[in-house]
């Protein structure tokens, strides 16, 4: 009879520690976990978006010598097209770049604009988008919050008193 006095009052300590302390925190935990999938979710798709604009807005091409007369250079790096070398022409003005060249200034620049004209090569609705994602990035409010809870929960239960850290 004692042994299963024992047994309930272990259980009942376990349960009351499972549902007041662990369970919250396990919740908490989950809560943070789903919002940074969340926005891991959105810079990716923020990203795709903004990348596809660049791929529609600036199509690629291979560089030939003859097909091209009045395309000698890339007007961003100044280096000279190579035979088969690979670049992008931006729609709206049909300025050509270096490919590389040119997908370094549009994803590096907040405009997205073409770096002759300054025609835009990306609509302003993504640009914003893309570029409040980046912000959003910088600042990751919900990333160091997971964090601290973490370490807290490490430092805190250290000695493994509840064997989950």
Request: charged letters at 20%.
């Amino acid at each position: 009879m004692r042994a299963l006095a024992n047994f309930l009052s272990c259980s009942h300590k376990t349960l009351s520690i499972l549902f007041h302390e662990v369970l919250p925190e396990f919740i908490r935990l989950l809560i943070l976990a789903l919002c940074v999938l969340w926005n891991y979710y959105n810079v990716v798709r923020t990203n795709y978006k903004y990348v596809s604009m660049i791929n529609e807005k600036s199509p690629k091409f291979s560089y030939r010598k003859g097909a091209r007369p009045e395309l000698s250079e890339c007007s961003i790096c100044l280096s000279e097209f190579a035979e088969g070398e690979e670049g992008r022409e931006v729609v709206e003005c049909k300025h050509a770049f270096h490919r590389r060249c040119l997908e370094t200034w549009l994803r590096g620049c907040y405009m997205a604009t073409c770096p002759l004209c300054r025609s835009l090569v990306v609509p302003e609705v993504v640009v914003a988008e893309h570029r409040q994602m980046k912000m959003q990035l910088e600042n990751c409010a919900v990333e160091k919050e997971l964090a601290l809870i973490l370490l807290n929960a490490l430092h805190v239960r250290g000695s493994c008193s509840y064997g989950f850290f």
